[in-house]
């Protein structure tokens, strides 16, 4: 059974940053496109970003310039370090593929304050 376990959340400042990781069990995660998702209160999931196996990144214009996505096939990991966090930024951030989706972890909280 594939799991995805996200971390890395908290409570931030605007202006702040932090790095959210994403480890996924599972022998397909090296050659799968990963993207960091995220879901508001009341709002749909969005995609942030995702990372294709070779390393292409893709961004939302809402993150552009401010998350980096980033990624370690040896640990089966995926990151996203986040800086310059705004208020609009808090949400629920989880990880999966980006086509044919795995069972969604928990996910983890982020909270930007003003």
């Known amino acids: 059974q594939v799991q995805l376990v996200e971390s890395g959340g908290g409570l931030v400042q605007a202006g702040g940053s932090l790095r959210l990781s994403c480890l996924a069990s599972?022998?397909?995660?090296?050659?799968?496109?990963m993207a960091w998702y995220r879901q508001a209160p009341g709002k749909q999931r969005e995609l942030v970003a995702h990372?294709?196996?070779?390393?292409?990144?893709e961004y939302a214009d809402s993150v552009k310039g401010r998350f980096t996505i980033s990624r370690d096939n040896a640990k089966k990991t995926m990151y996203l370090q986040m800086n310059s966090l705004k208020p609009e930024d808090t949400a629920v951030y989880y990880c999966?593929?980006?086509?044919?989706?795995?069972?969604w972890g928990q996910g983890t909280q982020v909270t930007v304050s003003s």
């Open positions: 990372i294709t196996s070779g390393g292409y990144t």
């Open positions: 999966n593929r980006k086509y044919t989706y795995l069972p």
């Open positions: 599972g022998s397909s995660f090296s050659i799968s496109t």
